[in-house]
C-alpha cells in the first residue's frame, strides 16, 4: 500500500538542469521525510538530498550543495530535486526513498525505495 515512484531523469548536456519527481501513495508516507540517492555504475548508493513533510528541513550531500534543491509539494504527496549545474559525475540512476529513523543521509534509515530514474549528462 506504499509506494515512491520517480520520474524526470533523461540526458542533458553538462552546465543544464534537470528536475526529478517522487510521488507518493499512501497515507503512512505523508509524515516520513523523504530521502533521495544515487547510484553510479560500480559505485554504492550514496546520498543527495532529504526533506521534512512537517516542516520542510533540508540536508543536501556536500557534492550537491549549492547546485541541487529539494523542495515538497504536500497536497500533491510529491517530492521534487531540482538539479542545476549538471557534471559529468553527477550522472547515476537516482532514487527516492522514505526515512523511517532519525539519522539523516544513511540508507538503512529508509525504506519503500523507489524504482529508480536514469540521469545522464554528457560532456
Known amino acids: 500500500q506504499v509506494q515512491l515512484v520517480e520520474s524526470g531523469g533523461g540526458l542533458v548536456q553538462a552546465g543544464g538542469s534537470l528536475r526529478l519527481s517522487c510521488a507518493a501513495s499512501g497515507r503512512a508516507l505523508s509524515s516520513r521525510p523523504i530521502g533521495w540517492f544515487r547510484q553510479a555504475p560500480g559505485k554504492e548508493r550514496v546520498f543527495v538530498a532529504d526533506i521534512s513533510w512537517s516542516d520542510g528541513s533540508t540536508n543536501y550531500a556536500d557534492s550537491v550543495k549549492g547546485r541541487f534543491t529539494i523542495s515538497r509539494d504536500n497536497a500533491k504527496n510529491t517530492v521534487y530535486l531540482q538539479m542545476n549545474s549538471l557534471k559529468p559525475e553527477d550522472t547515476a540512476v537516482y532514487y527516492c526513498?522514505?526515512?523511517?529513523?532519525?539519522?539523516?543521509?544513511?540508507?538503512?534509515?529508509?525504506?519503500?525505495w523507489g524504482q529508480g530514474t536514469q540521469v545522464t549528462v554528457s560532456s
Open positions: 526513498a522514505a526515512r523511517i529513523s532519525t539519522q539523516v543521509a544513511d540508507p538503512i534509515s529508509y525504506s519503500y
